[in-house]
């Protein structure tokens, strides 16, 4: 697998959740952070990954650097992962603040039909 390929590690990582394979699905994908640190996809895979494995603690800063690298138009799948470590810590007001956003930013981009 190409080193430089964040998008590939991401993949791989996800497809180690969906076989519940949690160490080696956060290692994939904290490797493909590493070499893809400026991507969106590779930061956010990593704290799904994380999330995924019940390491929210660890996922919450992941999920902000992701957020901070596109601040404007963050995936909403990763705004809708971090509400839910958000909640699984107990941090209710900002889980509940954070999917609010996720509400009113998919409504504003789902066509209406008249």
Known sequence: MDPNNAA?????????????????????????????????????????TLMHASRHEEAIPIFGKAIRLSPLNPPLQCLSNLASCYANRGRYDE?????????QEQTQSVPRKY
């Open 8 to 48: 590939a590690y991401s993949l791989l990582g996800m497809l180690y959740v969906t076989k519940a394979e949690y160490d080696k699905a956060v290692q994939v994908a904290r490797a493909g952070r590493i070499n893809g640190s400026h991507s969106v996809t590779a930061v956010y895979s990593n704290g799904s």
């Open 95 to 103: 889980a509940v603040k954070l999917l609010k956003r996720v509400l």
